[in-house]
Structure formats: structure tokens, C-alpha cells
């Protein structure tokens, strides 16, 4: 078996480093998404302390980075003159945010599809040299057939182990991408809504003061 494996090296080696690469990746996006991704219950904790004006304690309670970045980017907005023009701050805010985690989630299946071309690479190549040997040899023994198939098809199956984890674990990261985009998207609903109410209280106010 271990002549087998070294005898198809050429094409085991960029698998192995394209597979220890993948390895650091999805470790990076987990622990990454881990930091932006809040539970429900202290979802719903960070909401409530929106809804009653206390974004800055919001900030200050929430472990999520992007959560943070939003609440605080808040708190600036506030300071704008236009509603769209503060609507539109976080939701770029947020699509930064997405759309940096989005791309590197975006590596996994094309990093899949590679090891998996390169398996089949080395599988073709294999059996080229395979036939060319029987040719050259002028041997049609199906023991030294099967031998030659069987070595080359260990790039496939090196190819395959690889690519079938990264392909589950592209659909575990765009889930929990999914959830936060979620709760970025309903974090800015209560913000602005929070805006609208304090600005129809000073209006309030104002009628007040004026009669």
C-alpha cells in the first residue's frame, strides 16, 4: 500500500497541501462566525435593550463582533439628517460584514472541486502509464491490470475524502451565515424604529412647547 501511495505523490502532494489549507479555513470560519452569530436567548436580549433606547448597553452586552459593529455604528447615526441615509450606513454596515465572511465560505466548494479534478488527474495518468507498461512489456496478466488500476485510482479516492467534508462543511458555514444576515437585518428593523419613535417624541415635545 505504501508503494502504492508513492508512486501516485506527484498528484497526492498538491491534494495534501490544498487539503491542509482547507483544514486552517474552516477552523478560521467557524471560530469567525462563532464571534458573529448570538444565541437566541441573548438575541433577544441585545433586541430588548434596543427596543427600550439602550443601544450603548446593547453594544457594550452583545460578544457578537458584527453585532457590536452595528450597535455602534448606530449610535453615530443618530447624529445624520436624512432617515434613508441612516438606514442605508447599516446596511452597509452589515452587507460588508456578509459579503467578507460570503467570500471566503465561497473558497470551499471551488478548493473541493480541485482536489477533486487533481484525483482524477492522477487516476487518468496512472492508467496511461499503466497501458503504456502492459504495451512496452507486451504482458496481459489481469493481476498486473488490477494492481495498476488500483494504484491509480488512490488519487480519487485521496481527491474524494477531501472534497465531500468541504462540501458539508460550505453548507454548515452558509447556514450559520444565513442566521446572522438574519439578525443583522431585523437588529437594524429595531434601530430604525427606534429612531422613528425618539424622532416623533421631539416632535411631540415641539407641538407641546409651541401651544
Known sequence: MIDMIRESFTFLIPILLISIYLLALVIELLFSLKRRVISEKHFSQILYLVDKGRVQEASEATRSLSQKKLLKGSIRIFQKNSPSDREDFLFDLALREIDKLNRRIGLLPSLANITT??????????????????????????????????QALITTAAGLIIAVPAYLFHLVLKNRLHIMEEQLELTIDRIMNLYREIREDVRKKARMEEN
Do not use: E, K
Not at 492522477?122 to 491490470?145: E, H, K, Q
Open 117 to 150: 479534478l487533481l484525483g482524477l488527474l492522477g487516476t487518468v495518468a496512472g492508467m496511461i502509464n499503466v497501458f503504456y507498461r502492459m504495451r512496452i512489456s507486451g504482458s496481459s496478466d489481469p493481476y498486473v491490470l488490477a494492481g495498476g488500476i488500483s
